[in-house]
């Protein structure tokens, strides 16, 4: 009976570990100029993000906007790439039903995107 217990316990967080690691996969719209980035595993639980459609001519197919993006205490963290300001910034992501909240940290400084599904 604890055994089975036990196993039933492992399964059911194992299967909301999986769920959440597969929440941010797939592709984004950022919402200005149609821009949508596609999130994948690059390798071992280590994601990146690509743009891969915009309306914008000047947006550059193919560009990494997100890195390093990786699960650590519940929590999908990385780098953005903030084009006005040429740098790397620290973010975090939250997937939401059909949103993906986006939030940068500037310093004491942080500002929240939402991107949406498709």
């Known amino acids: 009976m604890m055994k089975n217990l036990v196993a039933l316990v492992s399964l059911f967080f194992l299967t909301i570990s999986m769920n959440a690691q597969k929440a941010i996969d797939g592709i984004w719209n950022m919402g200005k100029d149609n821009t949508q980035i596609e999130i994948a595993e690059a390798e071992d639980g280590i994601y990146h993000g690509k743009i891969v459609g915009s309306d914008n001519a000047n947006a550059k197919i193919g560009a990494t906007l997100l890195k390093d993006i990786k699960l650590v205490d519940g929590e999908w963290r990385g780098k953005l790439f903030a084009a006005k300001k040429r740098k790397w910034m620290d973010t975090v992501l939250k997937a939401e039903e059909n949103q993906l909240l986006v939030t940068v940290n500037a ?7 939402k991107w949406t599904k498709g």
């Open 107 to 113: 310093g004491i400084m942080s500002k929240t995107l």
